[in-house]
């Protein structure tokens, strides 16, 4: 089971997108988004964004598997990232826009992994994220990813 912890306003313009991959993995994959919070300085919201993850993360999954988005962390291949990741309930975090802190959520024991050292809008790294998922999924069922 994974679940997506999206920081997000809205991604109603990519949402056709998320939803078919949503579709394909069913019952394996389900996203939660937060809405950011606003009308603060930067740091009260990063500090405000990060106390908000972390509680749900205490609340709801508190014994998965916890992985933050980061482009500066470490980069799996698809296969890496099955291993490091299948039969595991993890929660992927994904933020915006003005970053979590990191110093913080380590204390909790939140893994991160990187798409690379580029920079990707919340709905693309989400995007991406699904279509990994799926990658491995259809991998570990012995499924054809292209048909």
């Not at 920081?7 to 997108?17: A, G």
């Not at 992985?67 to 099955?82: D, F, G, P």
């Not at 299948?86 to 024991?109: Q, R």
């Not at 790294?125 to 998922?133: N, P, R, Y």
């Amino acid at each position: 089971m994974f679940v997506i912890l999206n920081l997000s306003d809205s991604d109603k313009h990519w949402n056709e997108w998320v939803q078919e991959y949503v579709k394909r993995l069913g019952k394996t994959v389900n996203i939660e988004n937060i809405k950011p919070i606003k009308n603060w300085t930067q740091p009260q919201i990063i500090e405000k964004e990060t106390d908000l993850v972390l509680e749900v993360l205490e609340k709801k999954y508190k014994d998965w598997n916890k992985v933050l988005l980061s482009k500066e962390w470490v980069e799996y291949s698809t296969e890496e990232l099955l291993k490091f990741l299948w039969k595991e309930k993890t929660v992927f975090i994904i933020w915006w826009p003005y970053w979590l802190n990191e110093k913080k959520l380590m204390g909790f024991g939140i893994k991160r992994i990187s798409f690379g050292k580029i920079t990707l809008p919340h709905w693309l790294a989400k995007l991406v994220l699904l279509e990994q998922i799926y990658r491995i999924w259809t991998i570990e069922s012995g499924k054809k990813y292209h048909y």
